[in-house]
T-cell receptor, first 109, second 114 residues
């Protein structure tokens, strides 16, 4: 059975701090890796893809460790607007993506 | 604008009634998916379809049915056989052409059984 595990949090972080999440996956055949952001009672939206070489987009950095089967997300200089639930997802087959339960992040002023 | 449209956004149903959730996309995507999300839970796959007139069961297909008569449309019926239907239902699509695996989501349909 394919599983994706995340620390549910909540992570309470002061504004301006750096925060990191990890996510582990069980399916070694996974080819695609993503971080999605989900706001309360809204649909998930793609935050960034995760590549073997790592991926950086502004304040966000995602990394993949295939040997240990985990992916990470680093948020620098956190903003109040970063408060959300962050979902890790893996896949690559015809049956779409397998999602973790999400990590709840609260940025405090 | 291209996207995925789900309707209705909110739906109330009495026990024992079937209800159909609509999902339409104009992204020209071949693959479409239905997920269910319960509070504090991740997304669980109900059904998926890679091409028209073909679909496959996901992890929690019992009590649900789908059809894929058109590329753009993938409606989900929640039947009376589904024991705990109250949930947030998300439709998604992806492009087999680009094959990046990324899913695009509709805004969701929130079903409450009274």
């Amino acid at each position: 059975r394919k599983e994706v595990e995340q620390d549910p949090g909540p992570f309470n972080v002061p504004e301006g701090a750096t925060v990191a999440f990890n996510c582990t996956y069980s399916n070694s055949a996974s080819q695609s890796f993503f971080w999605y952001r989900q706001d309360c009672r809204k649909e998930p939206k793609l935050l960034m893809s995760v590549y073997s070489s790592g991926n950086e987009d502004g304040r966000f950095t995602a990394q993949l460790n295939r040997a240990s089967q985990y992916i990470s997300l680093l948020i620098r200089d956190s903003k109040l607007s970063d408060s959300a639930t962050y979902l890790c997802a893996t896949g690559g087959g015809a049956d779409g993506l397998t999602f973790g339960k999400g990590t709840h992040l609260i940025i405090q002023p | 604008d291209g996207g995925i449209t789900q309707s209705p956004k909110y739906l109330f149903r009495k026990e024992g009634q079937n209800v159909t959730l609509s999902c339409e996309q104009n992204l020209n995507h071949d693959a479409m998916y239905w997920y269910r999300q319960d509070p504090g839970q991740g997304l669980r796959l109900i059904y998926y379809s890679q091409i028209v007139n073909d679909f496959q069961k996901g992890d929690i297909a019992e009590g649900y049915s789908v059809s894929r008569e058109k590329k753009e449309s993938f409606p989900l019926t929640v039947t009376s056989a589904q024991k705990n239907p109250t949930a947030f239902y998300l439709c998604a699509s992806s492009s087999r052409t680009t094959n990046t695996g990324e899913l695009f989501f509709g805004e969701g349909s929130r079903l409450t059984v009274l």
